[in-house]
């Protein structure tokens, strides 16, 4: 963060108008849509490795992770992170209302 907004100073000493916001979104609901979306992308393609019982055993404990997290997704939570992930679009759009770039 400091390194950031060190690059911001110069951005304002080249006539750049700096303004930190904070967004009016829930970010943490925003998180666990991120994961669910995430896991799911992430372990699809490799299903047919973490099947094979010799090839899960391969699979470093960040994508065992991610499966388990892909695994216990109903087709609910992948269509509610959806709309969280569309709702935060959403937002992210407005702010360019009154913001040329978001930082």
């Not at 669910?36 to 094979?52: D, G, I, M, W």
Request: contains cysteine.
């Amino acid at each position: 963060l400091d390194l950031n907004r060190k690059a911001l100073g110069i951005l304002a000493n080249l006539g750049c108008e700096i303004e930190e916001i904070t967004p009016q979104f829930d970010m943490p609901k925003l998180w666990d849509a991120w994961l669910t979306l995430r896991s799911f992308a992430a372990t699809h393609v490799q299903r047919a490795l973490y099947e094979k019982p010799e090839k899960r055993a391969l699979l470093n404990p960040q994508m065992l992770y991610e499966f388990s997290l892909a695994l216990s997704c109903s087709a609910a939570d992948l269509y509610a992170a959806s709309s969280v992930r569309t709702a935060w679009y959403k937002y992210v759009c407005t702010l360019f209302d009154h913001y040329d770039f978001l930082v």
